[in-house]
């Protein structure tokens, strides 16, 4: 209660506030959370061509179930779930593995159901 009455309190006016709540922060609405960002050369962003080196192509990852033609994806196969499961333990994505989004489906269905009767393991090693 003390430190209600030591408290000065701004005088009430009724000119509106220098910044709404839900408008723009100083500088525009253009930079970042840590300032604007550095103008760079024209191409050096990301996706952008490298200076200096060679061009690296990056071929289309196909799908492996596609490819082998495995229909099924049995969650006893441990040999080929595993492939598929980083060391941490956790499920690889498909833009890392390349497998197409049904059969990352599949994939991570049966990844759970090994984990659930102990074949896998949920955490890392």
Known sequence: MADETSRTSAPVTDAPASRPDNG????????????PRPAGRPGSGPGGPREGGRKFFRRKKVCKFCVEKIDGINYKDVRLLSQ?????????????????TPH????????????????????GR
């Open 24 to 35: 723009p922060r100083e500088g525009g609405g253009q930079s970042g959370p840590r300032g």
């Open 84 to 100: 598929f499961v980083a060391e941490s333990g956790k499920i690889v994505p498909r833009r890392l593995t390349g497998v197409c």
């Open 104 to 123: 990352q489906r599949r994939l991570a269905d049966a990844i759970k159901q090994a984990r659930n009767i102990a074949l896998l393991p949920f955490g």
